[in-house]
């Protein structure tokens, strides 16, 4: 079975300011990082902004 996290790279943790620590769980709808363990959740349905 294929793993459904991603790992961000690139990106650094607004948080803890830790580079390539963030994680993409598209399964759970969320973004956290394996450093400092804050998450973000988002809706992967969401199509884009409703201005």
């Given at each position: 079975?294929?793993?459904?996290?991603n790992l961000l790279d690139g990106l650094r943790c607004?948080?803890?300011?830790s580079e390539n620590t963030l994680w993409l769980?598209?399964?759970?709808?969320?973004?956290e990082c394996r450093e400092c363990g804050q998450g973000a959740l988002f809706d992967p349905?969401?199509?884009g902004d409703d201005l």
């Amino acid at each position: 079975m294929r793993d459904l996290s991603n790992l961000l790279d690139g990106l650094r943790c607004s948080e803890c300011l830790s580079e390539n620590t963030l994680w993409l769980d598209l399964a759970a709808g969320l973004v956290e990082c394996r450093e400092c363990g804050q998450g973000a959740l988002f809706d992967p349905d969401h199509e884009g902004d409703d201005l």
